[in-house]
């Protein structure tokens, strides 16, 4: 069911893949509610991907760029305004990465050439494009940008490694540019922390399958869907939260406030056993 909350609206889409993604969803929402859009990826993600398809499907353009790029970045923004035919109203950063989950280094081992990527892709690329956006005053008054958290920022999770480090990073980034291109252009800028959710990227995380489960039983409403969490993200483009900004907003079924469970806890008694050794102690991850 469409509200025609974002009618007349422009807007790009960072990081739509597949129809896992929440991006893609993100996409589908904003143009059902009567939004014009760009897609962009990275060029391998168009290629690989199945971006082309969701393009033909909502008739947006896509602009393939390499997002820790500025002049990539720079002329996404160009082109938008070219194509969309004015000043971009919202733009979604649904980017994330590591180099280090990804070739299994632990926490306490990484390598930081790969650490430095993992933030350039994962929060500094963010940065980076609301400065490109400002330096080219291509945002609209009361435009909102938004990008995808997770509670590992301020939280520790099993298994998220490194990109916690760059969750943290991109909630500060959201606060300080939201403090300066709020009070000099009246943009918002604001972060959801979403729950785990079965993305091709989240599915990289080591014990996710766990995870979710874990937080679908701590969460009093259950986890968020990806189709939810672009609901979510619909209402922050739109002209009904003009006044929030610099804000980490969870969007996780309560999992945030929550301490214990009795699901939880439950499923903690029964599988105690399995993370025992031979002398009855417990295995600490």
Request: aromatic share 8%; glycine share 8%; proline share 2%.
């Amino acid at each position: 069911m469409s509200y025609n909350l974002l009618k007349g609206k422009r807007g790009i889409i960072f990081g739509a893949l597949n129809d896992m993604s929440i991006a893609w969803k993100v996409a589908e929402k904003a143009v059902e509610e009567g939004a014009t859009i760009t897609l962009s990826n990275t060029p391998i993600a168009v290629r690989m991907g199945d971006v082309n398809a969701l393009g033909e499907k909502l008739g947006a353009e896509i602009i393939p760029a390499d997002a820790t790029s500025v002049e990539d970045l720079e002329m996404v923004f160009k082109k938008s305004m070219e194509i969309l035919g004015g000043k971009i109203d919202f733009v979604l950063h649904s980017i994330g990465m590591s180099p280090n989950v990804r070739k299994k280094r632990v926490y306490d081992d990484l390598d930081y050439d790969l650490l430095g990527k993992t933030l350039d892709i994962s929060a500094i690329s963010f940065h980076k494009m609301i400065q490109a956006a400002k330096k080219l005053d291509a945002i609209a008054e009361y435009g909102s940008i938004v990008a995808l958290s997770y509670v590992a920022a301020q939280r520790t999770f099993f298994g998220y490694n490194d990109m916690a480090d760059a969750k943290a990073l991109l909630e500060s980034i959201a606060r300080s540019f939201g403090y300066i291109y709020g009070r000099e252009h009246h943009v918002r800028v604001n972060t959801i922390s979403q729950s785990p959710t079965m993305t091709t990227a989240g599915s990289g995380v080591k014990g996710m399958d766990k995870l979710f489960d874990f937080a679908n039983r701590m969460s009093p409403l259950g986890n968020a869907s990806a189709d939810e969490c672009a609901d979510y993200c619909i209402v922050m483009f739109s002209d009904l939260t003009k006044k929030v900004t610099m804000q980490n907003l969870y969007h996780d079924g309560g999992f945030s406030s929550m301490g214990m469970s009795l699901r939880a806890m439950n499923a903690y008694e029964k599988g105690l056993e399995e993370y025992m050794d031979e002398n009855g102690k417990i295995i600490y991850g």
